[in-house]
């Protein structure tokens, strides 16, 4: 086990050098960049200084050097060119946290009730509330979030029926457990599409649990459909959601842009997003790197995790 | 070793032949380990042993699906895996395959006269198109379907015609050789004789040799002339069918023979059944010695720390088992 | 187009009190103008996008409004006046080339006073190449500033120097009538070398690290959270600040923000889209207040010149004036903007000054009633564009066959869709093909203008300091914006003489007449509008500002009234 | 043996409605069972016999599967179709129990093996997890499971196709049913293993006194432990009665056919089998004769038309076919009786009166 | 006996009937697919929801005879009458047809889009699966590496060296999304190649191109239609999310996220203006969710019935 996850760490260690290497040249590859556009105003004399000092004067090949033993030495691609002294690691130490907070009580909630919302439509199959069910999960993922957020700061907050606030999100003290009425809107408009999403893939997977021959058997020794459902059903079905969980985290940490704008909270998805739209290399460098990294270490995760649930799958041991 | 005078009627020679897999990094998968024996023109070899014991990967070595690790097999006189070309597709004509399962073996996407016609077409045996569907039905028709039959899709048919439609594939190139993977212990009991027979009565018309490969012993009788019973990828008896029953040498084939069911009552109750301990050993990473001394009710110490090799005990009777070494 | 990289700070040498200070001084609460004032001094703002805290970094106006409330350089614009701040006299030598400068006995919030050695320590940082400040150039009309900044001399010889602890004095290269103007700027503003080592490398990223001099200095700061500023006690003029505390918080969306302002959590918006009517409505009816003022940002096409532009066809001035006259800018602006902005028919924008005198007041613009006579009138201007044509021996019956390329600037859908509309109109007017490529990123955009490809492309100019120069200075031949590579020997020569002048009369002459032949003889750009300031504020906030240079948002004389 | 029968199944008839109409999976079954005895149900694949097994178990689900009126399954008098949930789960597993065919899909891959045993204990009988454990492992033990105490931890996929096999029967009979429903239990596994699990399945039935149903298509496991038999085709059962009767004197064309298509060891190699043409019918449309007919031999126009009357012979043998009505011509009988001379050599070592049938 | 009874037990004709009748309907898979589809009213519904809304953005820009593309200011946010159906937009176009004209450009793009993402990834996949061992190594590890950059900023450095157009668009949106369909087929025509009907068709001599074109890809079919289905609207999506963060479209085209994009703006005061593209793109991509749910029951040969 250990033998195997150190294998697995080496071999992430070479897919992410090849990462950053992609990611390197495919930016280097681009006409311009930040600095481009903070220096296009300046006189000549100004404009050489600067690229200068960002190294941008230098071959393709030396900057990537450069910028590989910075990495190496420093664990980091350097200072940001639109905000400059800034760099990455200290952006990711205030906006990791908003950003885990936000993800985990998305994760939550949108996972949590996509589970039940699943079981309930296994469940209940072809019945109306399976139909509601799925035509609600349907409706969900097909509604754009921002739109989502948008309706809920518009009827949801400063309302008559509910008063959250609009914006916002806790901090200091309050960053990990505090503030949560700040939370709440966020939350659901970023939990509407997992909780469709996860919905519909509990209930096929529940569904095919239940046409298995074991399930049968568990009939067969009299057990009650709930019994089965909870002992067995359940159990088997998780394989296949635990498959596509890391690519939720994953995805959840970039993909909370929109969420993250609308409600005004310093998360890590705006942070990157901006700065690719900006175009300011070293950041989208270790931005890329550090979402490379959680998705191969989710990867990981996966892989054990289906060991766990899985007592048929045995990490280690090859195909 | 040679096992037998080498005949000049041997369509088919295997020497040596051994076919490991590799599983997970580090384990090999002895799945045929060391088999040697000859099929002579017009004859059936039974290949008999339990599940897994590596029946289906010889036979595939043999005609070539698979690559041999180690070892040859010559088909009339030419090495089958150094074959290129168009002596590759002669072979290919000659030699065809009946598969165990119906359902897995025909193309579900393609009705049955392009599965049947397919093996004409490669081989350019029908000049027009009326020449190939007349063919197709005539071998509609020996196979007992009919003509129209051939617009359906092989979802539609039950295992025995199924079945029958892949022995009308494999007949469709007019094959000299054909490797019988276990044709009938997927279909009912009315059915296996339907094939039988058809196996049978293709056999004498068209001068077919087959490996024919089973577990169920006594169809394995009934249509052999010779059988070899495999036990975890080695040859452990080989002998002339009947003799096999008679006579059966090795502990395991005795094990064997007891155990399958007969349908006769009287038989049954009679009979005394030699119950083999546990269950077949796994194939990867066999300890050294006899592979089946784990379960053998004369095991010896000499059974643990050397392999029997397969010997000639009587004429055209081979056993590998120490009790049987001089 | 929004404003990337627009920056600036300018102002004018007035001294004068005005009505907002030393009027009361009482316990009872009462404003600057005698109102009541609210028990609860706190005002809720935007946060600023500051991009760095580094005031030898700054270029851009989001982080000058960060140290318009933290610090306090020489001057401060109060309504449109520079008034002396860090110091409380100056005077400039007979010849322009000497500034002597008092300074005001003021301290910094950890009790260390402002002394003039830390005017001087800023200059010697911003001129450290090595720290390639943006805005270094603006010292460079110091004596030998651009030397030393290229280490051909010593830091001894750059004509900086603190006479006393509280007298500081410059000695410029040659005379720069607006040098004043150019103090103003935050990159002038002192600093604390102390701490920035304290700080080291990190130095500028946060704003806790900020030492003020301001009236305000910093509580709390999260990056693209929040910001809360309090009242600096240390301030030499506390007394005049009300404000006890500044909350901002960063909201992007403008929905929300109209959203917060309508529930008084936030004091002080500014208006776009269909926001302006409803606002302006209310504004009228008294339920806040409305805020206008004219900006110093000047948007326009600017035509490829050369004769290697893609259509082959922009280096003749009758084709440029047939294309520019397509489109009239107040239609436009009336069209698209819902009114907002000032239609544009000249470069530069108002509010600008020589001297006393504000530029756009005394100099018409270039264009202006020669419009009227194309507007609306295609066969005139396809008359005007055969011209060109046939000067260029390029004549063709069927204008179809012609395709001009114009790149656009944009990110929002709204600025592509503007953009589309100015195609069309040209399209309809002259029956030619207009072939438009949008970059929604300023810095591609500006590769790609440096690189010449288009016929036409839209430029957006800020204004760096409060004089012409900043506008009419980009079109120098060679001039690293002048994209359109446009070159006039006339143009140039009154841009020398423009330098040696100190007259500001004749200055005005001579601007009037650079920009006459930029614009109308020569077309080599088609000015579109000037950018302004419309901005609603909640009515309880009294005088808050929105400075013309160096900043958003002048905190300093804000104060909330009880309602 | 005039025990009165544990369970009696009547007139049973199971539809599924499919996209190609309604597939009559069992058109009229009716047999029983009594205490300690083994009824072996043999027939092809698709003839019925586990959807028989599993209407017992009411394991027949809706919408799908439909199990029609008039069907009645009586199990100590009262008729288990009619029984409310809480009754037929208390049957199941409980009284009844079942083993399924493949063992590999039948148990729970991610369960323990142990606490699949558990469960059904639990579910029964009211004692303790820990006792059930113990019984578990006791269990395991009687079935000839090495090391129960470290196999009880182990998975499904921990265990070999014979070991499976029997954890399954372990969990059968963990709770000591009246009814033991084996359902084709060693077709997926090897000879060798096949025996011992036959060994396991007899020795229980006569220790325990459990009526077995065993469910199969191979003659050689039927003639080795049943007591009764019934030849099931089409979803009907077309001849029932006791084993020898069975084996040594079939009356149904079908049952001579099947007993045909075994090789007989002591034939001549490579003899042509008896072997029966055709497939059998698809039930989406049964033929309205005679399932068999177009595959028999005898087939006699009037079995093309209506469906045999049930002809009953001595002590419950009982067979449908139209060659033992009266009216029949002696040379079809003739034909049939002279084919199963050929076929059943020994058939002489019983003798029974031939045309005798009792009414 | 009369004779009538004697012809009952005469022994029947044995060649007048056929013991091996297959009574079954003679379908194709195609056929059972559409059949089984046909079963599901929701799909059916979303199917006849998408045949609407595709004819509807062929003749829907025409219907209303307004321009939609010639900005008339004079004209702009004008509320819902009788010559703009639904009002015009910002700039005077009328929303009615500018609506029905984004969405033809959503599905093209979408559908274009989702093929070449298709015919890459299947050819990607293929050949991954076909050569095996190093190659395939080298080939996954890449499907990996592209997989863990986030899928933004690869489409901006695309539309970025590209420009944005048409070309560069399809081609980032594809480029991000090929990699699941690479997979699933190398997964298929694995696991087909160790299938017997394959082996069977080897061992009769067939080439690799038969064996390719008779058998692996009419197998993988099914699996590739599925595929494209359900990455229509995800496709929709992201092109959706470009044009948001105008990364996307060049005027004067546009599609559903451009209006969406420009609604948001104007949502305070013309909630019509965001309101009728984000319902149409619901409605758009909640059909070609529900008739992919149905598309895999029904093309699923397991669930064959
Ligand atoms: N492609 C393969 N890779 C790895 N192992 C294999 C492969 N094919 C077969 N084996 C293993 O080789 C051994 C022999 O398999 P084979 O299929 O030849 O047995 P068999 O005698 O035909 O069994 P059965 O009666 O079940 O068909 C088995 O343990 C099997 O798991
Ligand atoms: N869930 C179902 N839906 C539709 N048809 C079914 C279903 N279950 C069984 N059938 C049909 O009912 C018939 C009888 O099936 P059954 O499983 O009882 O056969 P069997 O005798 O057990 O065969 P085998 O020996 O293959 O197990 C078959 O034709 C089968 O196709
Ligand atoms: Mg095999
Ligand atoms: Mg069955």
Request: proline content about 4%; glycine content about 8%; some cysteine.
């Amino acid at each position: 086990m250990a033998k195997y996850i150190i294998r697995r760490l080496l071999e992430m260690l070479i897919t992410l050098f090849l990462i950053v290497t992609a990611t390197f040249f495919l930016l280097s590859a681009i006409p311009g960049n930040a600095l481009t556009s903070k220096i296009a105003k300046l006189p000549k004399t100004v404009q050489t200084k600067i690229i200068q000092k960002y190294g941008y004067d230098r071959p393709v090949i030396e900057r990537y050097v450069i910028t590989m033993k910075g990495l190496i030495i420093k664990g980091d691609f350097g200072e940001s060119i639109i905000r400059p002294g800034e760099t990455f690691a200290k952006n990711l130490k205030a906006k990791l946290p908003v950003t885990i907070r936000l993800s985990i009580q998305q994760i939550l909630l949108g996972v949590t009730a996509g589970i039940l919302l699943g079981i309930i439509a296994a469940m209940k199959r072809g019945s109306y509330w399976d139909k509601l069910i799925l035509v609600g999960a349907m409706f969900l993922v097909s509604m754009p979030s921002l739109v989502i957020s948008l309706l809920l700061q518009k009827y949801c907050a400063n309302g008559d029926i509910l008063k959250l606030p609009i914006i916002g999100w806790p901090k200091g003290k309050e960053l990990w457990l505090g503030g949560w009425k700040y939370t709440i809107l966020p939350t659901i408009a970023g939990s509407c599409s997992f909780i469709a999403y996860y919905s519909r893939l509990t209930k096929t997977s529940m569904l095919e649990s239940i046409n298995q021959e074991y399930t049968l058997t568990a009939r067969a020794k009299g057990l009650s459909e709930m019994q089965i459902v909870k002992n067995h059903v359940i159990r088997n079905s998780f394989i296949p959601i635990i498959t596509v969980l890391p690519s939720t985290v994953a995805g959840i940490l970039t993909g909370s842009l929109f969420i993250e704008r609308v409600f005004s909270i310093p998360g890590m998805g705006r942070y990157y997003i901006e700065a690719v739209q900006g175009r300011d290399i070293p950041i989208v460098l270790a931005g890329t790197t550090f979402y490379a990294i959680i998705t191969v270490i989710t990867m990981l995760i996966t892989d054990i995790l289906y060991g766990i649930v899985d007592p048929r799958i045995k990490i280690g041991a090859g195909k | 070793m040679r096992i037998n005078h080498m005949s000049s009627h041997d369509i088919l020679e295997v020497k040596h032949l051994k076919k490991y897999f590799g599983v997970g990094k580090h384990d090999v998968l002895k799945a045929v380990d060391d088999v040697s024996f000859q099929i002579k023109e017009g004859e059936t070899l039974g290949l008999v042993g339990e599940s897994g014991c590596g029946k289906t990967t010889c036979g595939r070595t043999v005609v070539g699906m698979y690559r041999a690790t180690e070892g040859e097999v010559y088909y009339k006189g030419q090495n089958v895996h150094k074959l290129r070309g168009k002596e590759k597709k002669a072979f290919n004509k000659d030699v065809q395959i009946i598969f165990q399962d119906p359902y897995a073996s025909l193309d579900p996407r393609m009705t049955v006269a392009e599965i049947i016609g397919e093996g004409i077409e490669i081989h350019g045996l029908a000049k027009t198109k009326k020449e190939k569907e007349e063919k197709i039905a005539h071998l509609l028709e020996i196979v007992g379907l009919n003509k129209e039959h051939a617009n359906r899709f092989i979802h539609e048919f039950s295992g025995g015609q199924r079945q029958r439609i892949g022995i009308a594939r494999a007949l469709a190139v007019e094959p000299k050789f054909i490797m019988c993977d276990e044709p009938i212990s997927a279909l009912d009991v009315s059915i296996q004789a339907q094939i039988a027979n058809m196996l049978i009565q293709f056999q004498n018309e068209m001068k077919l040799t087959y490996l024919f490969i089973a577990h169920d012993l006594a169809m394995v009788k009934h249509i052999s002339d010779r059988i070899a019973v495999m036990y975890l990828g080695s040859i452990v008896e080989l002998a002339e069918s009947e003799n096999l029953y008679q006579n059966p040498l090795h502990p395991y084939t005795e094990a064997l023979m007891s155990a399958i069911p007969i349908a006769d009552p009287k038989i049954e109750d009679s009979r005394q059944r030699i119950m083999l301990e546990g269950d077949v050993p796994s194939p990867i990473n066999t300890p050294p010695g006899c592979k089946f001394q784990g379960r053998c009710r004369k095991v010896m110490d000499k059974c643990k720390c050397e392999a029997p090799k397969l010997i000639e005990v009587e004429q055209g009777h081979f056993v590998a088992c120490h009790l049987y070494h001089k | 187009a929004s404003l990337a990289g627009c920056n600036g700070s300018a102002g004018k040498s007035a001294g004068g009190d005005t009505a907002a200070t030393g009027q009361t001084s009482q316990n009872e609460k009462k404003g600057p103008n005698g109102e009541t004032l609210a028990s609860e001094q706190i005002a809720h703002g935007q946060q600023f996008h500051v991009i760095t805290f580094d005031t030898a970094q700054v270029g851009d106006s989001e982080s000058g409004s960060f140290f318009l409330a933290t610090c306090e350089g020489l001057f401060r614009e109060n309504h449109g006046v520079l008034e002396n701040a860090g110091c409380e006299k100056y005077e400039v030598s007979e010849d322009g080339l000497t500034y002597t400068f008092h300074l005001r006995k003021n301290k910094w919030s950890d009790g260390v006073e402002v002394v003039a050695s830390q005017y001087k320590d800023t200059i010697e940082r911003v001129l450290n190449a090595d720290l390639a400040c943006p805005y270094a150039f603006f010292t460079f009309p110091i004596k030998n500033a651009e030397k030393y900044y290229n280490g051909e001399c010593d830091f001894k010889e750059v004509g900086v120097e603190a006479v006393d602890d509280y007298t500081l004095k410059f000695t410029l290269e040659a005379p720069e009538p607006y040098f004043t103007d150019k103090l103003s700027y935050t990159m002038f503003n002192p600093i604390r070398v102390d701490n920035i080592e304290k700080y080291g490398d990190t130095y500028g990223t946060d704003a806790m690290q900020i030492l003020s001099c301001g009236p305000y200095m910093v509580q709390e700061y999260t990056a693209s959270q929040s910001t809360v500023l309090v009242k600096n006690p240390e301030y030499w003029d506390a007394e005049n600040v009300y404000l006890e505390e500044i909350d901002l918080q960063q909201i992007d969306e403008t929905a929300t923000q109209f959203q917060l302002f309508e529930a008084d959590q936030l004091d002080f918006v500014a208006a776009s889209g269909d926001y302006l009517k409803k606002w302006d409505q209310a504004a009228s009816e008294g339920k806040c207040q409305l805020y206008t003022n004219g900006d110093v940002a000047s948007q326009f096409f600017s035509f490829n010149t050369q004769e290697s532009s893609p259509s082959g066809l922009m280096q003749n001035a009758k084709v440029r004036k047939a294309i520019a006259y397509t489109l009239d800018s107040q239609t436009f602006i009336d069209s698209v903007y819902n009114s907002r902005y000032t239609a544009a028919y000249g470069l530069v924008t108002p509010n600008i000054k020589v001297g006393d005198k504000e530029y756009r007041t005394e100099v018409p613009e270039p264009i202006k009633e020669e419009y009227s006579e194309y507007a609306n009138n295609p066969e005139k201007l396809k008359a005007l564009f055969h011209e060109g044509l046939k000067e260029l021996g390029k004549d063709t019956d069927n204008l179809s066959t012609i395709t001009i390329q114009f790149l656009g600037y944009g990110e929002s859908t709204i600025e592509k869709d503007i953009e589309q509309y100015v195609v069309q109109r040209i399209q309809d007017n002259l029956g030619i093909k207009v072939n438009l490529n949008i970059v929604g990123d300023f810095g591609l955009a500006h590769s790609a203008q440096v690189a010449g490809e288009f016929d036409m492309c839209m430029q957006v100019w800020g204004a760096d300091y409060n004089d012409p120069m900043t506008f009419i200075d980009i079109f120098r031949t060679g001039g690293s914006s002048n994209y359109g590579k446009y070159s006039s020997e006339t143009y140039d020569k009154l841009l020398d003489q423009l330098a040696k002048e100190q007259d500001n009369e004749k200055r005005l002459k001579l601007y009037e007449e650079a920009e006459t032949i930029l614009i109308k003889e020569d077309v080599a750009i088609k000015p579109l509008l000037y950018r302004d300031k419309h901005s609603y504020i909640n009515n309880r906030l009294k005088g808050f500002q929105y400075p013309v240079f160096g900043g958003k948002y002048e905190f300093k004389y804000a104060y909330i009234v009880e309602e | 043996m005039s025990q009165e029968s544990l369970l009696k199944v009547e007139d049973l008839k199971v539809s599924f409605h499919t996209y190609a109409g309604e597939v009559q999976a069992v058109r009229g079954v009716s047999f029983e069972v009594k205490a300690g005895e083994l009824l072996a149900i043999i027939g092809e694949s698709g003839c019925g016999k586990s959807v028989t097994s599993r209407a017992i178990m009411s394991l027949v689900k809706a919408p799908q599967g439909e199990i029609k009126k008039g069907s009645k399954i009586i199990y100590h008098g009262k008729n288990l179709l009619e029984m409310n949930q809480k009754e037929q789960r208390a049957f199941r597993g409980g009284e009844c129990s079942m083993i399924f065919q493949d063992a590999l899909v039948s148990l729970n891959p991610t369960m323990k093996i142990g606490r699949q045993i558990i469960e059904n204990i639990i579910q029964h009988r009211q004692i303790s997890r820990k006792e059930a454990r113990q019984e578990a492992i006791l269990l395991l033990e009687a079935v000839g499971i090495p090391n129960p105490e470290t196999r009880i931890d182990q998975y499904p996929f921990e265990f070999s196709g014979g070991m499976r096999q029997r954890a399954m029967i372990a969990i059968a009979i963990a709770c000591d049913p009246k009814i033991l429903i084996a359902d084709e239990p060693t077709t997926a596994l090897d000879v060798t293993i096949q025996a011992q699990i036959m060994e396991l399945i007899k020795g229980l039935k006569d220790k325990l006194k459990t009526a077995v149903i065993l469910i199969t298509h191979d003659f050689g496991i039927v003639a080795g432990s049943a007591n009764k038999v019934a030849v099931m085709y089409a979803g009907q059962i077309v001849e029932s009665g006791g084993r020898d009767e069975i084996f040594y004197h079939p009356q149904h064309p079908y049952t001579l056919a099947l007993l045909g298509s075994v090789p007989k060891l002591e034939w001549k190699n490579k003899q042509l089998l008896h072997a029966i043409k055709g497939t059998p019918p698809d039930l989406i449309s049964p033929p309205k004769g005679c399932a068999f007919a177009k595959r028999c031999n005898y087939c006699m126009n009037v079995c093309l038309e209506e469906m045999p009357e049930i002809t009953y012979f001595e002590a419950g043998h009982h067979a449908s076919c139209w060659l033992h009505h009266k009216e029949v011509p002696a040379a079809n009988k003739k034909m049939f009786q002279d084919d199963r001379k050929m076929i059943i050599v020994n058939e002489n070592d019983f003798v029974v009166d031939e045309d005798q049938s009792y009414e | 006996m009369n004779s009538l009874v004697d012809k009952r037990f005469e022994l029947a004709d044995q060649s007048r009937f056929d013991a091996d009748e297959v009574v079954r309907p003679n379908i194709s898979y195609w056929q059972d697919a559409w059949r089984r589809l046909k079963k599901n009213k929701l799909a059916l519904l979303s199917m006849a929801v998408l045949i609407i809304l595709f004819v509807m953005s062929m003749i829907g820009p025409g219907l209303s005879g307004q321009n939609y593309t010639t900005l008339t200011p004079e004209i702009k946010n004008l509320p819902p009458d009788s010559t703009y159906w639904l009002g015009t937009d910002y700039l005077g176009r009328d929303l009615f047809s500018r609506l029905w004209k984004g969405l033809r450009f959503s599905i093209f793009v979408a559908t274009v889009a989702a093929t070449l993402k298709v015919v890459i990834g299947c050819i990607y996949g293929a050949v991954m699966a076909y050569l095996g061992g190093f190659v395939d190594d080298v080939m996954m590890r890449i499907v990996e590496v592209l997989n863990s950059i986030p899928y933004l900023i690869v489409t901006l450095i695309i539309l970025v060296v590209l420009g944005n157009g048409y070309l560069p668009l399809l081609f980032a949106l594809c480029i991000t999304n090929w990699t699941s369909t690479a997979r699933m087929v190398r997964g298929q025509i694995l696991k087909l190649r160790e299938s017997e009907y394959i082996m069977a068709s080897s061992a009769l001599g067939a080439s690799t191109t038969r064996v390719i074109a008779k058998h692996l890809i009419p197998n993988t079919l099914s699996l590739i239609i599925l595929d494209m289905a359900t990455s229509i609207p995800h496709i929709i999506f992201d092109e959706t999310i470009l044009s948001f963060l105008g990364i996307g479209l060049q005027p004067p085209a546009f599609s559903l996220g451009t209006l969406l994009s420009a609604g948001q703006e104007a949502m305070a005061f013309y909630p019509a203006h965001l309101l009728f593209p984000s319902l149409l793109l619901c409605l758009l991509v909640l059909a070609f969710n529900i008739l992919g749910d149905g598309l895999r029951d029904a093309l699923d040969p397991q669930l064959r019935d």
